[in-house]
Structures are given as C-alpha cells and as structure tokens.
C-alpha cells in the first residue's frame, strides 16, 4: 500500500506544479522556490512530517522536502546551540543533497555540452 501511496502524493505535487507552470508566467525556478518554502512551512506546522509517513519515498524525493529538512537542521541547530546551531544546523541535514548535486552537476557537465 505504501507504494500506491508514494504515487498518489508525488503524483498529487506534480500535478499542483503543473498546474501552476501552465497557468501561471512564474518559471521552474519560481517553482521550485515556492515548493522549498510551502515545505519548510509545512514542517513548522507539523504537516510535512506526517506526510512523510503517509506518503513515504512520494513525499522525501521531492523538493519540498528539502524545504522540510532545512527546517527540521535549523530547529534542532537552534535547540543545541542557539544561533550557530541554527547556521550549522541546517547545512547537516541538507549536506548529502547539496553534495550529491555537485557531483551530478559536474558528471554532466563533463559528458553533454549546452546548444548554442
């Protein structure tokens, strides 16, 4: 069931995402930054975490969960060691992420070249 469930969710996110580019001028970009923070904001309410558990792998691979986990490094950071905390918190969690990234960044960079 949790399989049936992962679809419904990260099916549900695309739609809305889809729904937004094509009856909106806002760009990917504008997108992406919107679902950051909705899932950031989520997290704060308490939503995102049990969307997590509902919805498994539909809700964690996608970019709103990144929006969750800045919120989730942040919020333990803070409880630690207050203001560093908050700072160093919210790159632990997301490390993996931004790295991985990178690395994919460059592979592709190396192996297909941009139109002219």
């Known amino acids: 069931m949790i399989y049936v469930n992962a679809f419904i969710l ?7 995402g889809e729904l937004i580019l094509d009856n909106t001028k806002l760009t990917p970009g504008h997108i992406t930054s919107i679902f950051t923070v909705l899932g950031a904001f989520l997290s704060f309410l308490g939503i995102y975490p049990k969307l997590i ?3 498994g792998a539909g809700a964690t691979m996608m970019i709103s969960n990144f929006g969750n986990l800045l919120y989730q490094g942040g919020y333990e950071g803070f409880h630690s060691a207050e203001i560093l905390g908050f700072a160093s918190g919210l790159l632990t969690k997301v490390s993996a992420a931004v790295t991985m990234a990178i690395v994919f960044a460059f592979i ?6 941009p139109k002219d």
């Open 10 to 16: 990260g099916g549900f996110i695309c739609l809305i």
């Open 53 to 55: 558990e509902w919805g």
């Open 108 to 113: 592709f960079a190396i192996f297909f070249k």
